[in-house]
């Protein structure tokens, strides 16, 4: 690693999140361009860098600092620019030149060891020397802090984040508790903290390394859709994670419970434990909906019969058995469930619904767990639908600068009906939210294919509440005469009901390419997207075509295949700009998907009267294109499907992947006009029934699959769904058998 010692004597560049800098630093009578980041601004100091040299394609030749360490001047014209140069607050030019010309050398150590001696200086009095002593002890602290930090193993990028937490006192928390970290600093997690508590010193039985191991473990199970973890497999987690004594572990989990961190409970004899979020998620949600449910509104039968039957003469449609009894129930009962595949009426069935409801002169309102989702019911329903997020308004609150829903129990929503489409995909969490901002008295109506795979985030919510018999559910198995033509339907219900679907049938929407090694899919895959397809349907390819894969990994996982399918449709340029980062190369007009929930991320759009209007939020799972790459302004923009336009700074490109291919669980909530889906082997645990039916259902118009067809048999035969922690099934079951005992009592 090569250093250097010098000034810095202009800054090109400063991203003032980041710390992200570009400057000019003289070394050795040389002036030469550095990158990297810095904690300050690093105008005038004195620097010591460590890192290495690289010529820049575009800018040249550049010294990429990795390390570095701040210098005070010890030349009296270093000492004089230095406090000159701003960073010292009430310090001039004038004011600089007096200070040294009386100090001289000894300048640093009179204005922080002996402030007092400054009133000397005609012009200083005493507020000002309070300034100035405290704005250069202000910039001792943040250097000593940053040193502090990277001697630990804490990049520059997370030193900023860290010392705008803490300040001041950013050495005393870390030094006393390290886990803190991962509490209080976005991208921290338990493994990081780790390293930087063993570089502090920190014993491995600490209590505070055993609760973030605990809290860690509980995640990670969290993270894998589990509301609890038995106790013995949290104990035994958590022991192979931190290789202590048993006796430890135990002792900090009761400790925890005590504190209300977690919560310990047996269910049906077994003793298991939840995070505290989960357990009070889970128990809101049994409560709400029992008493949703049990709202009497007595409405005749016959008078929602009569509503319906205006609205098939109205509507040229003729509704079955069984959609009127789902449309009757809806408007008979506080909770209903109507669950179906794909071409089973669920569209035809909420119409039904919402026109009934507003007959009645009820106030509806719409969601979906996703902006797609929820775009995709506005399409359908021909009224506007929310993301659960938008509709509960989540934001800062108006007290602290915390984000909340601000749609609760104290501010519920302003509805008489609320619809939820694609359920499948709510979670434990998601949904203690959403039922905290309905008032009693409110109809709820839960829209979703129980057979698609289960939320991302923990619970199993839309097949608990089924499977408890407590809420009355329509389940729906007919397909419809208009969709019986499509192989993709039939298809989708025969892998339901585990069945081999039929191939390649002459003039149809399913087919399948069978090849013999993970390369020959690889290449058909990329042939496929950017010239078979496009050419015989008149397709466009980066927006109408959508590969799927079970796995992020691997030769036909999302990683290669997007590498591989960009390389093929949009390859470098000397037109196009492009900006390194992680995994990927993102390019002017590569199509990108948002990776989590930024719900202050500012957007624009421009409206079709030209007026620009503006707001706030992007979605996990949104897709868009890249527009413009600002490399001055470190900005990436991208244009989303609903035609908003956002702006990433190079540091929130972790939000950011390519997205020519993404994983089927990115896809839930989600429709294509065409889907291409690799057929390889994989981990068991994603060769499942459900992941191939989900995959499949996200088509509308073609389905192509390549691989081998042995696998799919093997996924149709995998119809373990795989089990999640989760109670609120029993929950459901346990209260209504109660009630229904009480009440066979009372006859």
């Known amino acids: 690693m090569e250093s250097h010692k010098g000034t810095i004597v202009d800054t090109i560049f400063r991203n003032s999140e980041n710390g992200y800098t570009v400057a000019l630093m003289e070394i050795d009578n040389e002036v030469i361009t550095i990158t990297g980041f810095f904690g300050t601004d690093i105008t005038n100091e004195t620097i010591e860098i460590f890192g290495k040299r690289i010529k820049h394609p575009k800018y040249g030749h550049q010294f990429t600092v990795e390390m570095y360490n701040s210098v005070l001047p010890s030349s009296l014209d270093q000492i004089e620019s230095y406090l000159s140069s701003g960073l010292i607050k009430g310090i001039g030019d004038f004011t600089a030149k007096k200070i040294v010309e009386l100090f001289k050398e000894d300048t640093f150590n009179i204005i922080q060891n002996h402030p007092e001696k400054l009133l000397e200086i005609e012009g200083i009095g005493k507020k000002k020397v309070e300034m100035i002593t405290k704005s250069f002890v202000e910039q001792i602290d943040i250097k000593e ?61 600490s209590p505070f390394r ?67 979020p989960y357990h009070t998620a889970e128990v809101n949600v049994c409560k709400n909906l029992i008493n949703l449910q049990n709202a009497d509104f007595n409405i005749p039968e016959n008078d929602i019969l009569d509503y319906l039957y205006l609205i098939e003469n109205e509507s040229y449609i003729e509704l079955t058995k069984m959609q009127k009894e789902a449309v009757i129930q809806s408007i008979s009962n506080g909770v209903t469930v109507i669950t179906g595949g794909p071409g089973t009426g669920k569209t035809t069935i909420i119409h039904s619904i919402i026109r009934v409801f507003e007959m009645m002169h009820k106030k509806i309102f719409l969601c979906a767990p996703t902006g797609r989702a929820a775009k995709k019911i506005t399409e359908s329903a021909s009224r506007e639908a929310k993301t659960i997020h938008r509709l509960l308004e989540y934001a800062y609150g108006e007290e602290d600068s915390n984000l909340c829903f601000n749609k609760n129990e ?20 998601l949904m203690n939210n959403l039922l905290k901002a309905i008032k009693t008295g409110t109809r709820l109506i839960l829209v979703g294919d129980v057979d ?12 608990d509440i089924i499977k408890s018999n407590s809420i009355k559910t329509i389940k729906l198995d007919t397909i419809f005469r208009q969709s ?25 929407d399913f087919f399948f390419m069978r090849q013999n090694n993970n390369k020959e899919v690889l290449d058909v895959i990329v042939d496929l997207y950017n010239n078979r397809l496009p050419s015989k349907y008149n397709l466009d390819p980066i927006k109408e075509i959508q590969v799927l894969s079970p796995m992020k990994k691997g030769e036909v996982g ?113 429709e294509f006009p065409v889907i291409i889906m690799p057929i390889v082997w994989g981990p068991n645990m994603l060769l499942t029934r459900n992941l191939l039916y989900t995959a499949i259902t996200r088509a509308k118009q073609l389905v192509v699959l390549v691989g081998f067809e042995k696998f799919i048999q093997i996924m149709i035969a995998n119809n373990k769904i795989n089990n999640r922690y989760s109670a609120l099934d029993y929950r459901l079951s346990s209260i209504y058998s109660a009630y229904e005992n009480l009440t066979d009592f009372s006859n």
């Not at 804490?154 to 860290?162: D, E, M, Q, R």
């Not at 104290?410 to 969490?429: G, H, K, Q, R």
């Open 410 to 429: 104290d501010s519920p929503l302003d509805c008489e009906v609320l619809i939820v489409d694609e359920m499948s995909m709510v979670d434990i969490l």
């Open 484 to 508: 019986l033509g499509s192989m993709i339907v039939q298809n989708a219900h025969m892998i339901n009901n585990g069945k081999t679907p039929i191939f390649n049938k002459k003039d149809t």
């Open 210 to 276: 055993s609760a973030s191991g605990i809290k860690y473990s509980l995640f990670e199970y969290a993270a894998n859709g589990h509301s609890y973890v038995p106790y013995k497999l949290l104990i035994d987690s958590v022991c192979n994670l931190l290789e202590i004594n048993i006796e430890i572990i135990e002792n900090e989990m009761k400790n925890m419970a005590f504190q209300g961190k977690i919560h310990i409970e047996l269910i049906e004899d077994e003793r298991v434990v939840y995070y505290l």
């Open 452 to 463: 698609q795979l289960p939320s991302v985030g923990a619970g199993n919510v839309l097949r």
């Open 145 to 205: 802090i940053m040193m502090f930090l990277q001697k630990h193993g804490i990049s520059t990028t997370y030193g900023v984040k860290i010392y705008k937490q803490y300040g001041k006192n950013t050495i005393n928390i870390i030094s006393e508790n390290p886990y803190r970290l991962t509490d209080d600093i976005y991208g921290i997690g338990f493994k990081l903290a780790d390293k930087i508590a063993y570089s502090l010193g920190v014993e491995k039985s």
């Open 558 to 670: 999302v990683i290669e295949l997007n590498n591989k399918l960009q390389a093929s449709i949009n390859p470098p340029s000397k037109l196009k700009k492009e900006k390194a980062f992680g995994k990927y190369t993102f390019r002017v007009g590569d199509k990108v998907m948002q990776t989590k929930n930024n719900y202050q991320s500012v957007w624009s759009m421009t409206c079709d009267d030209g007026k620009v209007s503006t707001g706030e939020g992007i979605y996990n799972g949104d897709i868009g294109y890249i527009i413009f790459i600002d490399e001055i302004e470190q900005e990436i923009f991208v244009q989303f499907d609903d035609q908003k336009e956002v702006a990433y700074s190079y540091n929130q490109l972790d939000e950011l992947i390519l997205a020519y291919a993404t994983t089927v669980h990115k896809s839930q909530g989600s």
